[in-house]
């Protein structure tokens, strides 16, 4: 009987060893906590709060968290300077390379590099793209007081327009627009953006704008539109647009085959819309995170739904479509990226 009982206490502490959890436990279920978990990501913008980009940025941000496994918080970092070199060079070389800091820069920085232009010495192409928001058109327009009405009225009478920075769409487009289609835009620099920009046209210092977002400008200016209070001298869609009956498109302002392939590649960049992107050395499994949580966060019905309500328009561009644009884009011609040079005075 002795027996019996002492075997059933053996197996009884033996169970009980057993039950107790191995000490290494508590490390590994530490090790499985998602690594955003408690974390805040910065969002830094390379324009002012207020405009397209920091508008598209701060709606990103109300919902992304929710789509990162463990669910950080967000903040937006406005960072201006340079036609949004100064935003791409903190992200990419000076904030810490772990995932917690993202991009958002002009749409045409990522080709600056195929055209020789890299003052910052960091090649775009190469980032952790997530994504884009949604893929834009552009117009270019003049105030009502101008002489300019129309495009053939661009092509006789020169256009006051704002530069607002080196590299910036705002100074590249004008430039191609003169070049490629035979527009007349005298680019007038040292404008901080486009909000500083569009005071100056109220004021009477500027003639117009050769190329801003026709998402922009509804958002932020439709009274412009409902009031007939500029003039849209063209867009930069393919083909017709139903939000600007009998605008032309600048496309079909162009006739020579190589200028119109040269023009073609210049606004290639309106594929990418509103970019998003992370360093290049950030580590893979983070980048996939991200790229997941945002193209999971274009789908969400709140962000969509939200985005109505602000007036921006979604359209997912995802990380791998933005890789393949920019691959593409660095095999153009010789003679198309010579072109493109000429028209860019370079």
């Not at 390379?46 to 919902?63: F, K």
């Not at 995932?99 to 910052?120: T, V, Y």
């Not at 200028?259 to 509103?274: K, M, N, P, T």
Request: aromatic content about 6%; proline content about 5%.
């Amino acid at each position: 009987m002795r027996d019996i009982r002492h075997g059933s206490l053996i197996a009884s502490l033996c169970a009980a060893l057993l039950a107790i959890p191995l000490s290494p436990q508590p490390t590994r279920a530490q090790g499985a906590q998602p690594f955003y978990k408690d974390k805040q990501v910065q969002v830094v913008v390379g324009t002012n709060a207020g405009v397209g980009y920091d508008l598209y940025a701060r709606l990103l941000i109300a919902h992304l968290g929710r789509h990162i496994p463990g669910e950080p918080s967000f903040v937006v970092r406005n960072m201006i300077g340079a036609g949004g070199l100064r935003a791409a060079e903190y992200v990419a070389r000076i904030a810490p390379q772990d995932g917690l800091s993202i991009g958002s820069i002009g749409r045409g920085l990522p080709f600056e590099s195929m055209l020789g232009q890299n003052e910052i010495n960091i090649d775009p192409a190469k980032f952790a793209w997530l994504g884009s928001m949604n893929r834009e058109i552009a117009v270019a327009f003049s105030w009502h007081t101008s002489k300019v009405k129309t495009f053939a009225d661009l092509q006789k009478t020169e256009l006051l327009t704002p530069g607002t920075g080196a590299g910036a769409d705002s100074e590249i487009m004008p430039l191609a627009f003169n070049s490629l289609a035979g527009a007349r835009f005298m680019l007038i620099k040292g404008y901080k953006g486009t909000s500083e920009a569009a005071l100056a046209v109220e004021r009477g210092e500027l003639d117009g704008i050769a190329y801003w977002s026709l998402g922009s400008l509804a958002t932020l200016h439709q009274h412009w539109i409902d009031k007939k209070l500029i003039n849209i001298l063209f867009h930069t869609g393919v083909g017709p647009q139903a939000a600007l009956p009998g605008a032309p498109s600048i496309r079909d302002l162009t006739h020579d085959g190589v200028d119109r392939e040269a023009l073609d590649f210049i606004l290639a960049r309106e594929a990418l819309g509103r970019p998003f992107f992370t360093a290049p050395a950030t580590p893979t499994d983070r980048v996939s995170i991200l790229r997941k949580g945002f193209a999971d966060a274009m789908r969400d019905p709140d962000l969509i739904k939200d985005a109505a309500l602000r007036k921006l328009e979604i359209s997912l561009v995802t990380g791998g479509e933005v890789e393949e644009l920019l691959t593409r884009a660095s095999r153009a011609e010789p003679a198309t990226i010579a072109r493109v040079m000429r028209a860019l005075g370079r």
